[in-house]
């Protein structure tokens, strides 16, 4: 079980409902899945496991940590399709407030709510300092010219954006939905709660005005990706479970 999936149509719930109770393991990717699954979904208690989804460290430990936040002007990236789930609307809400801060908003992605965010863009006043980049062929290379990632989601899985920002070294602001179980708030990144596009803007005013604590929580979080987040660690779990099914 990869996500949250309350948005889905009854009927897709309802199959999982009569598989779930029937299967030997089910497998969820966080505390918050497993809950999901348990509650909504019959998945039986005793035999609905958690296992962290893995990422390819070596990929985002090779982006470059010198440069953060050494320019005049903070980039600010968010990594997802435009779609509702991510929350854009809540990262340009809050950034509205900030405009006599020295920011720049990068969006990689695509999705069908790509037209209503331009335009929420131009409403707020910040649609110039405001990047829309589609989707990236190469995340790392365009990570590296970041200093902050922000990943506002209304509900999600596990975030593997998150996951692969920390190993990246960035400074990384997440909604409570996105960020529970993978960031020590304020060691090695912060969460903010969901859908409060007022309580992100104090954050990030938070970081522009001690750099210094931002710089040293990216550290932190490549050192908690490196130890937490490697893909041999999943698999690994992974075969335990599948041999003590044998």
């Excluded at 009854?10 to 199959?15: F, G, K, P, Q, T």
């Excluded at 969460?191 to 522009?208: C, D, G, K, N």
């Excluded at 040293?216 to 893909?231: D, L, N, P, W």
Aim: glycine share 8%; aromatic share 6%.
């Amino acid at each position: 079980m990869h996500n949250v999936e309350a948005y889905r149509p009854w009927h897709y719930r309802a199959l999982w409902r009569q598989m779930l109770p029937r299967s030997d393991a089910v497998v969820a990717v966080s505390g918050a899945v497993r809950e999901y699954a348990l509650g909504h979904l019959r998945a039986p208690d005793k035999t609905t496991f958690t296992i962290l989804n893995g990422i390819d460290t070596g990929r985002w430990l090779a982006v470059p940590a010198a440069g953060l936040f050494s320019q005049g002007t903070v980039r600010i990236a968010t990594i997802g399709r435009l779609h509702r789930q991510k929350g854009h609307g809540d990262a340009l809400d809050a950034l509205s407030g900030l405009k006599h801060l020295p920011w720049e908003y990068h969006l990689f992605g695509e999705g069908d709510e790509r037209g209503p965010l331009q335009a929420l863009a131009g409403k707020l006043g910040i649609a110039e300092r405001v990047r829309w980049h589609g989707v990236s062929l190469d995340l790392p290379a365009q990570i590296a010219a970041m200093d902050i990632v922000v990943q506002p989601s209304l509900w999600e899985g596990l975030s593997l954006t998150v996951m692969e920002a920390m190993a990246a070294g960035r400074c990384v602001v997440a909604s409570e939905a996105a960020g529970r179980e993978l960031i020590n708030p304020g060691v090695d990144g912060w969460i903010v709660p969901t859908h409060q596009p007022e309580a992100l803007r104090e954050r990030l005013a938070a970081i522009f005005s001690a750099p210094d604590k931002a710089k040293a929580a990216a550290v932190q979080a490549r050192q908690s990706a490196r130890s937490r987040f490697g893909m041999d660690r999943h698999l690994n779990q992974l075969d335990s479970l599948y041999r003590s099914l044998l």
